[in-house]
Every structure is written in C-alpha cells, then in structure tokens.
C-alpha cells in the first residue's frame, strides 16, 4: 500500500503563485493532480508518467507546470496566475504496481483577495 502525502494549500491572492508537494511512500508510476471545487466533480489538473511526460487541462495550460522527483517519489504542482475559479481541493494521484489507484487526502487551495 502507498501513502501519499500532500502539502503547501492555503490562501493565495489572485495572480499571485503558490506550489503543491506530493510524496510517495514507495515506487509509483505516473503521478497526478486532480481538483474538485465546491458543488462539482473531481477533474484532472496535470499528469507526468515517470518518463516527465506531460498531460495538462486545457483550463490550466501556460499557468500551472507539473514535475516530479524520481528519486523521491516526489511530485510537484507549480501554479501561477492563480484565479479564484481556481480554489479548489487538489488532490494527489498515483498509479502503483499492476495498475493500483492511490489518492492522497486533498489539500485545500484558496485563491482570494
């Protein structure tokens, strides 16, 4: 079983940047985010395969930069031009050995003046 932990959600003013951190507790795959904000679904943010293959929501394309550290199971979620559409909880994604699904427990990201 894989534990992902994520960090770095608060409060941030539109326009304005902030980073996501997710760690692995073991070997994983491609790595993901995915948001949900209030009353709608969860959707995908950005994926990166363990090769640093990139797949990003056209919502968020030239703003927000997935990247990962192998060494450290480590995936990040740099986001930039922040808007309040994008408050969100962002959750933290995985895919492990024989196609297991892990998600980590969400980290709230506010963005408001």
């Known amino acids: 079983q894989v534990q992902l932990v994520e960090s770095g959600g608060g409060l941030v003013q539109p326009g304005g ?3 996501l951190s997710c760690a692995a507790s073991g070997s994983i795959f491609t790595m993901g985010w ?3 904000a209030p009353g709608k679904q969860r959707e995908l943010v950005a994926t990166i395969t363990r090769g640093g293959r ?4 056209d919502s968020v394309k030239g703003r927000f930069t997935i990247s990962r550290d192998n060494a450290k199971n480590t995936v990040y979620l740099q986001m930039n031009s922040l808007k309040s559409e994008d408050t ?4 933290c994604n995985a895919e492990g050995w024989g196609g297991a699904d892990y998600w980590g427990k969400g980290t709230l990201v506010t963005v408001s003046s």
Do not use: I
Request: proline letters at 0%.
């Open 17 to 19: 940047s902030h980073r």
């Open 34 to 36: 995915y948001c949900q």
């Open 54 to 57: 990139t797949n990003y929501a």
């Open 88 to 91: 969100a909880v962002y959750y």
